[in-house]
């Protein structure tokens, strides 16, 4: 048997580790994938069903052979995860990531051989059984470099990408934060007061939760996410976040307004824009 072409090692096998194991396997069976994970259970799994060919619990025995490192913990574990990595990787090693923030990590992580990215892909289930081969499919990942991060270890973080399906590009961490608060963020901050003010609403009736309209999943499938995870981006991605969440209030004031006021025409107004919006940002390039 010959040398592996790479050898790549992912910290957290959950969803997004997991799914990329699984994308770098299908594309090339002779990457050399390396889990790392503080649960046992995870990479038993993760063995098992051959997303990983290596398991590790301690981070410093499993980056020792790696090319490259990829850090899929929630966000809060990134930079303290990362920094281990950086020393206890050969001097070659890239180390990157896939959280949802990127302008707190990339700052303190300002080293040569650190890349920030963040997959702009997901489902609302989480660890490694809910891993898939094709969540990365012509999705695109969002490429954010540090002002020390060296050309070639950009350009090995996407090639990693581009192995794995998806499309790069690359975004000022700071201008990521932004666009995340309004395409991610806030949909995910929406989705989870609206299920609790369904919850609330069902104490005058009490029949709702047997009824599941069709409209409720669609709005509120995501509110299913993972709770830690989705605590730690709103924490670390606070101020977009909020910023994000003024200008959704301002805009459901005004359609409360029209309602209140029997104002038909401004509705229709506000719908039709609304149809407009939505085709611009799902049909943009």
Not at 19 to 46: M, N, Y
Not at 108 to 122: C, E, K, Q, S
Request: glycine share 6%; charged share 25%.
């Amino acid at each position: 048997m010959g040398t592996p072409k790479q050898t790549v090692a992912i910290v957290g096998i959950g969803l997004i580790g997991g799914s990329l194991a699984r994308a770098l396997k299908r594309r090339d069976a002779t990457t050399h994938i390396v889990g790392v994970d503080s649960s046992a259970e995870h990479l038993a799994l993760a063995t098992e069903r051959g997303f990983i060919d290596e398991a590790h619990a301690e981070i410093r025995d499993g980056v020792a052979s790696a090319d490259v490192v990829v850090v899929a913990t929630p966000p809060r574990c990134v930079v303290d995860i990362a920094r281990e990595a950086l020393g206890a990787a050969r001097p070659s090693a890239v180390v990157t990531d896939v959280a949802s923030t990127k302008r707190a990590i990339v700052e303190a992580l300002d080293d040569p051989r650190f890349v920030g990215a963040h997959p702009i892909a997901g489902t609302e289930k989480s660890g490694p059984t809910a891993a898939l081969a094709d969540l990365f499919d012509a999705r695109v990942v969002i490429i954010t470099p540090g002002p020390k991060t060296s050309r070639e270890s950009v350009a090995s973080v996407e090639r990693l990408w581009k192995h794995a399906g998806a499309r790069s590009v690359r975004m000022d961490a700071a201008h990521h934060d932004r666009v995340v608060a309004a395409i991610s963020h806030l949909p995910h901050a929406i989705a989870y007061a609206l299920t609790l003010a369904v919850g609330s609403l069902s104490d005058s009736a009490p029949n709702l939760f047997g009824l599941g309209a069709g409209g409720f999943q669609d709005t509120t499938r995501i509110a299913s996410s993972n709770p830690e995870m989705w605590r730690d981006i709103f924490l670390e991605n606070r101020d977009e976040t909020l910023r994000a969440l003024d200008v959704f209030l301002a805009s459901l004031a005004n359609l409360r307004a029209a309602i209140e006021t029997r104002d038909a025409v401004a509705m229709e107004r506000l719908f039709e824009r609304t149809r407009t919006i939505r085709r611009r940002v799902l049909d943009a390039p």
